[in-house]
């Protein structure tokens, strides 16, 4: 993933194909074959990565760091789908309803005012989570 995560774009992290024909295409990192394309070395015979019926023995566990690499971005792939719901989702959830936000509003303070994404407690390690841990 080429960015900080503020200004991700998702052609950073596709995979282009060269067909046969010569013309390429563009495979999204929430494709099935994703994985199957970006770690061959785990995938061999090109079985999807995603099913109930992976066998423990001889499986991709005996892989080492590279097992762990894949552990960590599939973690980070699910966090920035979790992000990526929270940030498209936010007139659902009713963000305008918070009370820093409502208050900036109706005391014409426009300095605090901008595009913020309010993260709910359900978030693990938003400030209201914390908060309501607190």
Do not use: W
């Amino acid at each position: 993933m080429i960015s900080d995560g503020h200004k991700l774009h998702t052609a950073n992290c596709d995979i282009l194909l060269k067909m046969r024909d010569g013309n390429l295409q563009r495979i999204s990192k929430i494709h099935l074959s994703y994985d199957l394309l970006h770690y061959v070395l785990l995938f061999p015979n090109g079985d999807n990565s995603c099913h109930m019926d992976i066998s423990l023995i001889g499986s991709i566990q005996n892989a080492g760091h590279l097992y762990q690499q894949y552990i960590v971005n599939q973690y980070a792939e699910i966090e920035q789908n979790r992000l990526n719901y929270l940030k498209h989702n936010q007139v659902t959830l009713q963000t305008d309803l918070y009370n820093d936000v409502m208050d900036a509003i109706h005391t014409n303070d426009n300095t605090n005012v901008g595009r913020r994404i309010i993260l709910p407690s359900s978030f693990a390690g938003s400030p209201c989570q914390m908060y309501q841990l607190y």
